[in-house]
T-cell receptor, first 115, second 113 residues
Framework: ETGVTQSPTHLIKTRGQQVTLRCSSQ?????VSWYQQALGQGPQFIFQ???????GRGNFPPRFSGLQFPNYSSELNVNALELDDSALYLC??????????????FGPGTRLTVL | QKEVEQDPGPLSVPEGAIVSLNCTYS??????FMWYRQYSRKGPELLMY????GNKEDGRFTAQVDKSSKYISLFIRDSQPSDSATYLC?????????????FGPGTSLSVIP
């Protein structure tokens, strides 16, 4: 177990709705990254938060937004859901950015289905 | 051309075989090279991680990076049925191995007892 948890496990929404996915990082990890993994594909980087500020963003529209909280939890919000947003959403937490040997640890993911 | 290319397989080998998994990439700025293993319905877990070029060995796993050819490999010796999973190569150009990571599409591996 990586110590990274995500909720919910599965979620079904309809097109146009909004969704919030949650992640709880390992204690002491102040960097969290979110990824979208479509079926049969590798994870795609959405954005990263470091000390509650966005620290890099992939090629995703503004309707994908996030928050990171001081208690090592974070959220991914997606507005105006589209069918193509159906995917496994992964969060990954990483350490204190002190050493270049730090790595990230993934949670089990939230499976989102948009109908 | 995608930044990271990987043969999706599926790859099926008998137990005990040596497995070779490969990725090519186009961005010469990549500095960190990782291999993740992902079991069905689970998040990826880091197997091997290399900074810049060279080889790295950990038990039955060996990772190789050839920056001149923009080519990385993962070798699995004495493969076991428990190695059956999807293997993802990943690369980063950031300050750490988890900044702006680009993943390959993954290779599905089955090890047959």
């Amino acid at each position: 177990e990586t110590g990274v948890t995500q909720s919910p496990t599965h979620l079904i929404k309809t097109r146009g709705q909004q969704v919030t996915l949650r992640c709880s990082s390992q204690s002491g990890h102040n960097t969290v990254s979110w990824y979208q993994q479509a079926l049969g594909q590798g994870p795609q980087f959405i954005f990263q938060y470091y000390r509650e500020e966005e620290n890099g963003r992939g090629n995703f529209p503004p309707r994908f937004s996030g928050l990171q909280f001081p208690n090592y939890s974070s959220e991914l919000n997606v507005n105006a859901l589209e069918l193509d947003d159906s995917a496994l959403y992964l969060c990954a937490s990483s350490g204190l950015r002190v050493r270049s040997t730090d790595t990230q640890y993934f949670g089990p993911g939230t499976r989102l289905t948009v109908l | 051309q995608k930044e990271v290319e990987q043969d999706p397989g599926p790859l099926s080998v008998p137990e005990g075989a040596i497995v070779s998994l490969n990725c090519t990439y186009s961005n010469s700025a990549f500095q960190y090279f990782m291999w993740y293993r992902q079991y069905s319905r689970k998040g990826p877990e880091l197997l091997m991680y290399t900074y810049s070029s060279g080889n790295k060995e950990d038990g039955r796993f060996t990772a190789q990076v050839d920056k001149s050819s923009k080519y990385i490999s993962l070798f699995i010796r004495d493969s076991q049925p428990s190695d059956s999973a999807t293997y993802l190569c990943a690369m980063s150009v950031g300050e750490t191995s988890y900044d702006k990571v680009i993943f390959g599409p993954g290779t599905s591996l089955s090890v047959i007892p």
